[in-house]
């Protein structure tokens, strides 16, 4: 049974950087892209950024481009979200998230991710 699991999360001051890892464990592990999404209390979860496995083709929401990266170590099978110049409303539990699947948009969506990890916690003070 394939597992994700977020590290890094934490407490941060407005400007301040963190770094979130996702480690991905088990066996017949198959996946397109692995993505980070984000829920902040009493919104929905949304998107934040996804990477592909093979070519490494990356996206990113508007409102973290140029502040996250996005990037992939396929040799320990960890995905890592860098997020600099953090804003309190960068606020909230951080997912990471795997897919099999691709199609327009579709990165962009959580229901075309079929196993997601507990959630870390970020939380950028003013």
């Known amino acids: 049974q394939v597992q994700l699991v977020e590290s890094g999360g934490g407490l941060v001051q407005a400007g301040g950087s963190l770094r979130l890892s996702c480690v991905v464990s088990?066996?017949?592990?198959?996946?397109?892209?692995m993505g980070w999404f984000r829920q902040a209390p009493g919104k929905e979860r949304e998107f934040v950024a996804t990477?592909?496995?093979?070519?490494?083709?990356?996206y990113y929401a508007d409102s973290v481009k140029g502040r996250f990266t996005i990037s992939r170590d396929n040799a320990k099978n960890t995905v890592y979200l860098q997020m600099n110049s953090l804003k309190p409303e960068d606020t909230g539990v951080y997912y990471c998230?795997?897919?099999?699947?691709?199609?327009?948009?579709?990165?962009?969506?959580?229901?075309?991710?079929?196993?997601w990890g507990q959630g870390t916690q970020v939380t950028v003070s003013s």
């Open positions: 990477i592909t496995w093979r070519d490494v083709r990356t």
């Open positions: 998230a795997n897919t099999r699947v691709w199609y327009t948009g579709s990165y962009r969506r959580d229901q075309a991710y079929d196993t």
């Open positions: 088990g066996r017949a592990f198959s996946s397109y892209a």
